[in-house]
């Protein structure tokens, strides 16, 4: 009831879970600082491919108006599930496996915040693993080593299982990551979900 209450009185949210059948349910919550429910779900990202929504929900589960999302897959293999229950470990439960080289680019329109800003979340693949997130002109890069969160919200890390991108402004977001060298030849950058959080 309390993580109820919470994600009630977060800040104006819009959520994106990656995954290939297994959808997170309106009800799982999940997310580092703005733990929300109704993510959107991103299925069966490929190579090469767009996977675009056209029905996009916010926290609430109501319908935002006017956006669009397309995400088209760069260098890895499809998107997967592997293990999860319950909300925080759902949104981890499903990613997709980026490698190195050509990006996995984000377009969306109609975004409703005047300013916002935008997590990404990647699972764990040890500390010589990790990936490179792009906004604009600004880069982020986060490697695992730290685990994944929990069901019940904690655990999260920002700089290892989310990185935070602050005060973005514009209708029209354009964002893209890949995988960058950390020690392990095989350059791997699990992805999971992303969020737009609205700043007031």
């Known amino acids: 009831a309390k993580a109820v209450r919470a994600a009630e ?3 104006n949210t819009i959520s994106f879970n990656i995954c290939k059948d297994v ?24 190579k090469g491919t ?10 609430s589960g109501a319908v935002v108006p006017g956006m669009k999302v ?5 260098n890895g293999a499809r998107s997967f599930d592997g293990w999860g229950e319950i909300n925080d470990e759902m949104m981890f439960r499903g990613l997709y496996d980026q490698f190195d080289g050509e990006p996995t680019t984000i377009e969306i329109t109609g975004v409703p915040y005047a300013k916002y800003d935008v997590y990404f979340y990647r699972g764990d693949d040890g500390e010589q693993r990790a990936g490179k997130f792009k906004i604009g002109d ?9 685990g994944n969160p ?18 973005i402004t514009g209708a029209v977001l354009k964002a893209s990551f ?21 700043r007031k």
């Open 23 to 46: 959808e997170m349910r309106p009800s799982d919550l999940a997310g580092a600082e703005s733990r929300v429910g109704n993510w959107n779900n991103i299925k069966d990202l490929q």
């Open 178 to 198: 890949t995988a960058t060298f950390a020690g392990d030849k095989a350059q791997r950058n699990k992805v999971v979900g992303f969020q737009i959080v609205e």
């Open 70 to 74: 397309a995400m088209k897959g760069g």
């Open 138 to 146: 600004v880069e982020r890069v986060i490697k695992g080593g730290r």
């Open 150 to 167: 929990c069901a019940d919200g904690t655990e999260y890390a920002e700089g290892f299982n989310f990185t935070k991108f602050e005060n």
């Open 50 to 59: 767009s996977v675009t929504l056209g029905k996009v929900l916010d926290k």
């Open 9 to 11: 009185t977060a800040p």
